[in-house]
């Protein structure tokens, strides 16, 4: 269940009509829940995950592998209102069980196909189960999930992370966050481990908790997770900045990265506003007027690269060098990371 950001209320979960259909997800909506006065009323719809949810088998054998969740973007950008259905499913296909998302962009009136998450080959038999999800207040999406991937057991898991700056469209991350353990391990009543997954995002990461097995029994952990931040420095004549020279006194401007740990496709900008209007920085040619974007490719720790040593007219610049996650070629100024240097030429 979730709240949307004029007081909607959305449930979602499968339909259950006549029997429990696993094979038909439905989400429900009410706009008058909000009103105590009156007795909320819902108008239900059947949405398509691209696969079926799963009772039994693979690394939970008396039990379910997943269950739909439903997000709302509460953010104030461009995506505010947004809907997303996730849910662990069986895809067409060899692949036993995959993270799948759907979003609404009309307050669940039409919906979008579906999104893989996980992003390992899709015939290496891995289970991808127990997915949850949560929108952060910026509206990132955060997504976690049990993966087999790196065992190739159906009994060894660990907890993945992904996140999403572009509405469930790209992911980033798939990356384990936890230690493997065992979900045969410490079984109840029933040969199950039960689904405590969900998370809470906020700007800068999401808390977790999840079932595990780590002390031999079946515990519910905390986790904080976060996306990777790279830290690009800019400097001018080696300095932060700001910095004052002669207009017969070369500026030297090299940029640096750190990737913090993460590959994931970037826009890479070097940018500077000029007496003159904007520059950009291109590979191949150098400093051209406008703002485009220098270079379109995977995160890596960079060493200090040199995109000037000349002399400038008089006047006050200020240099940019930043990498954004939505790979789209625009300055996307919720998910950039940048640095600055102030000059000035007298």
């Known amino acids: 269940m979730a709240v949307g950001p004029d007081g909607e ?3 979602v979960g499968i339909d259950g009509t006549f029997f429990q ?9 009410s706009t008058n829940a909000k009103n105590s006065a009156v007795s909320p009323t819902f108008a239900g719809q059947q949405v ?5 949810m799963v009772f039994g088998g693979g690394p939970n054998p008396g039990g379910l592998l997943g269950q739909a969740n439903v997000a709302v973007d509460r953010s104030n950008g461009s995506t505010r209102g947004n809907v997303y259905i996730l849910a662990s499913v069986n895809p067409p296909g060899a692949d036993p069980l995959d993270v799948h998302l759907i979003r609404s962009m009309d307050g669940g009136v039409t919906w979008d196909p579906p999104v893989r998450v996980n992003n390992d080959p ?3 038999g891995a289970w991808q189960w127990f997915g949850a999800l949560s929108v952060a207040p910026n509206g990132r999406i955060d997504v976690i999930w049990n993966d087999t991937r790196n065992s ?15 509405a469930g469209t790209t992911w980033l991350g798939n990356i384990p966050v936890s230690p493997p353990y065992n979900s ?9 481990i039960g689904d405590y997954y969900t998370l809470i995002s906020d700007e800068t990461g999401a808390d977790v908790a999840y079932a595990a097995t780590f ?17 690009p420095d800019i400097k001018g004549n080696g300095s932060d ?23 994931d496709n970037a826009d890479w900008w070097v940018l500077g506003d000029t007496p003159f209007g904007w520059y950009y920085y291109n590979l191949t040619l150098g400093w051209l007027p406008g703002i485009f974007v220098t270079f379109q490719g995977p995160l890596f720790d960079l060493s200090p690269f040199e995109v000037l040593d000349m002399t400038l007219p008089e006047g006050s610049y200020k240099f940019y060098f930043g990498v954004d996650m939505v790979v789209n070629g625009s300055v996307d100024l919720g998910q950039i990371y940048y640095d600055s240097v102030d000059v000035t030429v007298q």
Do not use: H
């Open 184 to 192: 045969f391990v410490g079984f109840p009543n029933q040969n199950k």
């Open 21 to 29: 259909n696993l094979n038909q997800f439905v989400i429900a909506k």
């Open 241 to 263: 900045g700001p910095i004052t020279i002669s207009s017969s006194q070369n500026l030297r401007l090299t940029v640096q990265l750190d990737a913090g740990g993460s590959s």
């Open 215 to 231: 002390n031999g029994e079946q515990d519910v952990y905390y986790l904080r997770v976060f996306p990777a931040e790279p830290v």
């Open 152 to 166: 190739g057991q159906d009994n060894i898991s660990e907890l993945f992370y992904a996140y999403s700056y572009d």
């Open 48 to 52: 398509d995950m691209g696969g079926s």
């Open 9 to 11: 209320v959305y449930a």
């Open 122 to 124: 899709t015939n290496n």
